[in-house]
């Protein structure tokens, strides 16, 4: 089996850059893409990423030998059982969604827990759509896999291969401790900052003052705010429940700060910071190349020799000084593959831009 037709169902930031990975990678493989957007679908045939598309669920799926299904999560299932009627017995199909038991019990029930296998990328961005995909959005990036107790290990091993292909790190893990580290690492992650940038809207000024001067701390903790709001209101609703236990954990925690500030304890506060600062940098020494800066940024480039030499020849002949770079090999730290710091933050604007004009993907 040489895992050659692939189709996805769902088409926009996370299905494009599969579908772009995989073209740049194994250019002969025929891509069949199927989404409710057809300006995006148009846009993957023009870019040559999209060999076939599919105006409808039907028998073409039956040439396919790996079915990626990149839809939100809810859309996700619906898709599970519109395919089943054309899926052969020795394809694949996996999805990528943020949650995994809910799409995992619909399989079995559809007596699909053979050919469905689930995977989740842990990368990603707050922008949607096939506009925003990109080749080198996953590359180094965990890839998360969530076989079945009836998954066999030749389909397991092709997922796996075409995952490394693409420049991902194949994860294993079981499906249900998915949801519950995801909830903790993403989920919630996702609520707080949404919540703190409505807060701020609440509570704000007229003049807007707070909107205005809010400044590195807040913008780190809440880009994640602008992400798609149908695809969170569904990952939030399908894996509501290791997300609740963990806010109640958190609102625990929150309350116990209330408490302690009320009493001034700034030794409360201190060692909150030392406990979380200590566990914070130790996942940063355990990624390799990544820099701490306020002023910096991360360019999507492949992770290659004479990469960082382009950049940094764009950069000097421009006279912006560069006070750090390096490869970040470990994408669930960071955005890009290389990290940029400067010495102030008009250097790091200049670059941003600069990088953009010359079509580098800039975080
Ligand atoms: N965005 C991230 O950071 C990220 C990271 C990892 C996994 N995911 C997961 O990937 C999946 C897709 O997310 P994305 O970021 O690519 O979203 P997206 O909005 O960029 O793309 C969604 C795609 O699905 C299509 N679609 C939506 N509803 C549809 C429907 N009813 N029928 C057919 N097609 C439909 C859209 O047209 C679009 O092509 C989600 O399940 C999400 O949980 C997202
Ligand atoms: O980097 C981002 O913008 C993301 O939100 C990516 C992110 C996350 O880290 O929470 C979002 C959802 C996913 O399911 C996986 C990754």
Known sequence: MHYNNIAFIGFGLIGGSIA????KYKPESKIYAYANNTSQLLKGKNDGVIDIILKEID????????????????????????????????????????TKSSIHNLAKELD???????????????????????????????????????????????LKSIIEMIKSIPFIIDYQKHDKVVATVSHLPHILAATLVNLVKDNDYEDEVMKRVAAGGFKDIT?????????????????????????????????????????????????????????????????????????????????????????????????????????????????????ISFYDADSCEMASKLLKEYNYRVI
């Open 223 to 339: 880009r994640i705010a602008s992400a798609s709001p149908i695809m969170w209101e569904q990952i939030c609703i399908v894996n509501a429940e290791p997300i609740d236990a963990m806010l109640l954990k958190y609102i625990d925690m929150l309350k116990e700060v209330h408490s302690q500030l009320t009493s001034r304890s700034g030794i409360y506060i201190n060692n909150m910071f030392e406990k979380s600062g200590e566990y914070r940098n130790s996942f940063d020494s355990n990624s390799r190349g990544v820099l701490i800066s306020k002023h910096d940024i991360s360019v999507h480039i492949q992770d290659k020799p004479g990469a960082i030499s382009i950049i940094s020849a764009i950069l000097a002949a421009n006279s912006i000084s560069i006070k750090n770079i390096g490869i970040n090999h470990n994408r669930e730290k960071g955005e890009g593959a290389l990290n």
């Open 59 to 98: 028998d073409s799926l039956t040439e396919c030998d790996i079915i990626f299904l990149c839809a939100p999560v809810e859309f996700n299932e619906e898709y599970l059982a519109k395919i089943k009627p054309f899926i052969r017995k020795d394809s694949i199909i996996t999805d990528v969604g943020s």
């Open 112 to 158: 699909l827990d053979d050919i469905f296998i689930g995977g989740h990328p842990m990368a990603g961005s707050e922008k949607t759509g096939y506009e925003a995909s990109d080749a080198l959005l996953l590359e180094n990036a965990y890839y998360m896999i969530t076989p079945s107790s009836k998954t066999c290990n030749k389909k397991l091993e092709a």
């Open 20 to 23: 772009r990975a995989i073209r």
